[in-house]
Nanobody, 120 residues
Framework: VQLQASGGGLVQAGGSLRLSCAVS????????MGWYRQAPGKQRELVAT???????NYADSVKGRFTASRNNAANTAFLSMNSLKPEDTAVYYC???????????????WGRGTLVTVSS
């Protein structure tokens, strides 16, 4: 199983980015997906979750600005980020599994993240 987050980059405050997460090697349609981020010097934190049925939840810090979605047929999840702030700067990761694991962020392995840098 491979997880590959992509779509990060440098953006000015107020801008937008759309991250993608491709899952290969296993169908993830029956699993929840989580988006996480880790800023320099900080612990990894949960940003958003999306269940197999498409129900979403967000951290308070991104609520109203970020939108999680998924395309089960393509084994791909997305995180649309609008109104970006400098404090959103971090490496963003995705992972998937049972909802409990997604919420706690406890996984055996992580794929490569994608760096999002928001300039002021």
């Amino acid at each position: 199983v491979q997880l590959q987050a992509s779509g990060g980059g440098l953006v000015q405050a107020g801008g937008s980015l759309r991250l993608s997460c491709a899952v290969s090697g296993r169908i993830f349609s029956n699993n929840a997906m989580g988006w996480y981020r880790q800023a320099p010097g900080k612990q990894r934190e949960l940003v958003a979750t999306i269940t197999s049925g498409g129900a979403t939840n967000y951290a308070d810090s991104v609520k109203g600005r970020f939108t999680a979605s998924r395309n089960n047929a393509a084994n791909t999840a997305f995180l649309s980020m609008n109104s970006l702030k400098p404090e959103d700067t971090a490496v963003y990761y995705c992972n998937y599994g049972k909802f409990g694991a997604v919420v706690t962020g406890v996984f055996d392995s992580w794929g490569r993240g994608t760096l999002v840098t928001v300039s002021s």
